[in-house]
């Protein structure tokens, strides 16, 4: 089975930062873009960025130039470093991967739990 736990939510101030990681764990042959979402209460999930495996990026307009996607392909592990926080950012925040499992030939998408994103005015 594979799994993606989150870790690094919690509460900060307006124009704070925080670094969320999530780690991909189990059976896994090889991951390819993994991203990060979010879920506002009363809102739809929405995109905030996705890596490829090739290192290629995209951001939502909402953050770019204030978030930053990056992954570490040793450690099968995505982190989202959010800077310049606003109360609008306040959301879920979940992680995204498609996954390979091991002695597989395709790719599944897989969630994680999510880790929730407090930001205070």
């Known amino acids: 089975q594979v799994q993606l736990v989150e870790s690094g939510g919690g509460l900060v101030q307006a124009g704070g930062s925080l670094r969320l990681s999530c780690a991909a764990s189990?059976?896994?042959?090889?991951?390819?873009?993994m991203g990060w979402y979010r879920q506002a209460p009363g809102k739809q999930r929405e995109l905030v960025a996705v890596i490829r495996s090739g290192g290629s990026t995209n951001y939502a307009d909402s953050v770019k130039g204030r978030f930053t996607i990056s992954r570490d392909n040793d450690k099968n592990t995505v982190y989202l470093q959010t800077n310049s926080l606003k109360p609008e950012d306040t959301a879920v925040y979940y992680c995204n991967a498609d996954i390979t499992r091991a002695s597989r030939s395709y790719a599944l998408n897989y969630w994680g739990k999510g880790t929730l994103v407090t930001v205070s005015s």
């Open positions: 189990g059976s896994i042959g090889s991951i390819n873009a």
